[in-house]
């Protein structure tokens, strides 16, 4: 950008010098030719040859082809008969656009700039401890399971577990949030954080390729490479404008002169005005502004810890009306406790003991809140043979003993008869039933807490247009009862398995009108399906698993479900500054191409109608990158 500066600096100098000359001098006019040629070979070299180059790929339609026929037909005309030079106007022609073109480029680069700051969490080294010693290595050659040491200041370099020390980690780079995250023993950590405050160790639990901070940077790097509809539209449209326009022109130019009493008379006067309707057609706002709006808008969004994927899901998200959510995870916290137990011929310790065993391989909040609540790890029960069954629970032979602990269908499935509780009457959490060998044992209440951000966001959702939420969950019909009353919820489903939140997310898109779209928003393994399915999936990224932020097309990294608001808000914004790009832009160049039919038009507007619209576009554009 910095050589492009310097050389419409130089050209300018050469330009005023070559108009002094012209005016002051006394020279033919091939001598005048040739002294506003250096100004303009100097400013459009770079044009012209990728003019030729894509007239040799055969490819030759575009809008370096059309600022090459226009100016250089801009000097020609001054050597027909009749005809007055225009050489002052062909250098001013290729001058303003190569200054519309250094502020595309500027504004590019600040937005990569943005985004290359934004994204700067992955450290170059990391801590680790290798035979008793911390030494220092690429963070690409931990191995998982290894212990790494992150010091006050240093970024995380991988995934892990905190196993010693405490600390406050500042996650601004990977949420938008300034709030410090407090964590201790036993918490996990993610890459890309920094930490402010005491040493840690962590124990790492992922490769750095599959780190968040390296999944981040893959999904950055991959949304500019998606296109919207709307980028689509204009490539495809400038390969039809393009030949259209340069036919026109032709045409322009070269019958109208036949009509004329004299046609050599005539024929300068048409090829100026179809050198004027050359430049006034050349489609660079469209062309260059709509994708550079998607392409800031994508950055803004990654401002505030939301990761959209390409400008296809933006447009997506503008156009949303309905939006379903799971619960456990994104309308929840996803962290249960242990309410009460309530056992059946055996003791309370016996009954979380043996949920406890056979849970203990699943990495379900449910399974990890039974572990959690069963601290003696110290007996030597036998587990042999787990198998999960999808929507159901797990089993398990535990000293040779079947236990199933799972919810009411898999009772029902062996056969075991759930006996009557009185003290569950009200409750407001999920029950966990246990059998051993087919015979009801008694059952487990656990409790999740409603997220705070959840009500709000199902109200702002509303405040913006949602016409319909609806919450997807495999869990009892009570508890989604109580959370769909709690946030104000318009429809829910419980007791689902993960092929039925897929059908009733067939259906709903079935209902809904063609122009509208429908969000999913999960967070667990088994929303991946569903995700994929959704016009557009939306997974919480910081607590997601990897399935399903693979599968979604939009990350909230902070997992607050209010920042789907906000993300509808920057799509529907980034849109709007597309629009008012392709509508000036249009607007302006249908007026002045009209005038230029005409010989109303003069080059000066000609110059307007291209390089400053343009400009004002591409200026346009990168409002889109503010995000409030």
């Known amino acids: 950008m910095k050589k492009k500066l310097i050389r419409i600096s130089l050209t300018s100098v050469l330009l005023l010098v070559a108009w002094l000359t012209e005016h002051n001098c006394n020279l033919q006019i091939w001598q005048i030719l040739i002294i506003y040629l250096i100004p303009y070979l100097l400013i459009s070299y770079d044009v012209l040859h990728e003019a030729v180059e894509g007239i040799m790929e055969g490819d030759p339609f575009d809008e370096n082809f059309l600022m090459a026929v226009a100016t250089i037909g801009a000097f020609v005309v001054g050597f027909l008969p009749n005809g007055e030079p225009q050489f002052l106007e062909g250098v001013f022609v290729m001058l303003f656009f190569q200054i519309g073109e250094l502020f595309e480029h500027y504004a590019e680069d600040k937005t990569r700039d943005s985004i290359s700051n934004l994204m700067d969490i992955r450290p170059d080294t990391a801590n680790v401890l290798r035979n008793g010693e911390s030494i220092v290595v690429n963070p690409s050659t931990i191995a998982v399971g290894e212990v790494v040491i992150i010091k006050p200041g240093e970024k995380i370099p991988l995934d892990g577990e905190v196993i010693e020390g405490s600390s406050s980690l500042n996650t601004i780079a990977l949420t938008g949030e300034s709030v410090p995250k407090d964590v201790a023993f036993g918490d996990s950590v993610i890459s890309g954080c920094v930490n402010i405050s005491g040493v840690l160790k962590v124990k790492v639990n992922k490769t750095f390729s599959n780190s968040t901070a390296s999944r981040i940077l893959n999904l950055v790097e991959e949304a500019s490479e998606s296109k919207s509809k709307s980028e689509s539209f204009i490539r495809r449209f400038a390969r039809i404008y ?173 056969g075991a008869e759930i006996a009557n509780c009185n003290k569950c009457n009200h409750f407001k959490g999920t029950i966990i039933y246990v059998a051993i060998d087919g015979v009801y044992a008694g059952h487990i209440i656990i409790s999740d807490q409603i997220k705070t951000d959840s009500a709000h966001a199902i109200t702002t959702l509303k405040e913006v247009g949602i016409e319909k939420t609806v919450m997807l969950t495999g869990d009892h019909k009570e508890v989604a009862n109580f959370v769909a009353e709690q946030l104000g919820i318009d429809e829910h489903y419980s007791e689902l398995m993960p092929a039925d939140k897929v059908e009733h997310v067939e259906r709903l898109l079935n209902e809904k009108s063609a122009n509208k779209t429908l969000a999913f928003v999960g967070d667990g393994i088994n929303d991946a399906p569903v995700l994929a399915r959704a016009d557009i999936g939306i997974a919480m990224g910081a607590l997601g698993s990897d399935a399903a932020i693979e599968a979604a097309d939009v990350v909230l990294m902070d997992d607050k479900p209010s920042k789907i608001t906000k993300a509808i808000g920057i799509s529907r914004r980034t849109i709007g500054i597309a629009r008012q790009n392709a509508i000036f832009a249009i607007g302006i160049k249908v007026a002045v191409l009209a005038l230029s039919t005409f010989g109303i038009a003069t080059m000066g507007m000609a110059v307007f109608a291209d390089v400053g619209v343009m400009v004002v576009a591409v200026l346009n554009a990168t409002r889109a990158l503010k995000v409030k």
């Open 242 to 414: 393009t030949p259209i326009v340069v036919i026109s022109a032709l045409f322009l130019a070269f019958i109208p002169p036949f009509f004329a009493t004299s046609y050599t008379d005539a024929l300068f006067t048409w090829l100026y005005r179809a050198l004027t309707f050359l430049i006034v057609s050349c489609p660079c706002a469209l062309v260059i502004s709509i994708p550079l709006s998607f392409f800031c808008g994508i950055g803004g969004a990654g401002h505030v810890g939301i990761l959209i994927k390409g400008g296809n899901y933006m447009e997506a998200l503008a156009r949303t009306k309905t939006i379903v959510f799971d619960k456990t995870g994104t309308l929840t916290r996803g962290v249960f406790e242990v309410e009460s137990i309530h056992p059946n011929n055996i003791s309370e310790q016996q009954l979380l003991h043996l949920a406890a065993h056979v849970e203990q391989y699943s990495n379900h909040p449910i399974a990890t809140t039974l572990c959690n609540a069963y601290k003696d790890s110290s007996c030597d029960c036998k587990v042999e043979n787990i198998k999960e069954i999808a929507g159901q629970g797990i089993s398990a032979e535990i000293n040779g003993k079947n236990v199933c602990v799972g919810n009411e269908k898999m009772m029902k499935s062996i």
